[in-house]
């Protein structure tokens, strides 16, 4: 309790500096900080970022620092194709999860942003710009400038002090 509490205080923090929150409930603080999604299930994260929530999941969200367990799928973005995915680049194949600490740099930065606020069994599809993906320089296979499209599925979530007690 005390850990999540100090998560949570972390939070507000940096999205509220001044207000008086002590009468806020742990969904309320969580919600001020999580964009909500709108009727058809889509999240404007940042300039950039969009996140479609295909399968809602439980839980408290993912916050930096959490060790996030997700199965995921890449294509670059093609306006053209069935659902904008165009050509199919990576998958974890549903069987070993692809394991990140969030906000530690381990991966592009539209994964920290758009794996933050998930729970666990919460199903979405990131649509990445370049800026927030691999950039002017790309990353083979990845082309430059190319826009990315992810499916992820959080399947376990962790703090630091569950991951060195698992």
């Not at 999240?43 to 995921?72: C, F, M, N």
Request: proline share 5%.
């Amino acid at each position: 309790m005390t850990s999540r509490y100090l998560a949570i205080c972390a939070l507000l923090t940096l999205a509220g500096c001044g207000q008086d929150t002590a009468t806020e409930t742990d969904s309320a603080a969580a919600a001020a900080v999580c964009p909500e999604a709108n009727a058809d299930g889509v999240v404007e994260i940042a300039p950039g970022l969009t996140a479609t929530i295909s399968s809602k999941g439980y839980g408290r969200a993912a916050v930096a620092g959490d060790y996030a367990d997700v199965h995921t799928t890449l294509w670059l973005y093609d306006e053209n194709a069935e659902g904008g995915r165009g050509t199919e680049i990576w998958t974890s194949g549903g069987e070993q999860p692809f394991q990140f600490q969030l906000d530690a740099g381990q991966v592009i930065k539209g994964w920290d942003l758009g794996v933050a606020c998930m729970l666990i069994g919460e199903t979405r599809e990131l649509k990445i710009a370049p800026e927030l993906g691999y950039g002017a320089r790309g990353k083979p296979p990845v082309p430059p400038n190319a826009t990315l499209l992810f499916e992820i599925e959080l399947v376990k979530l962790l703090n630091s002090a569950e991951l060195d007690s698992d």
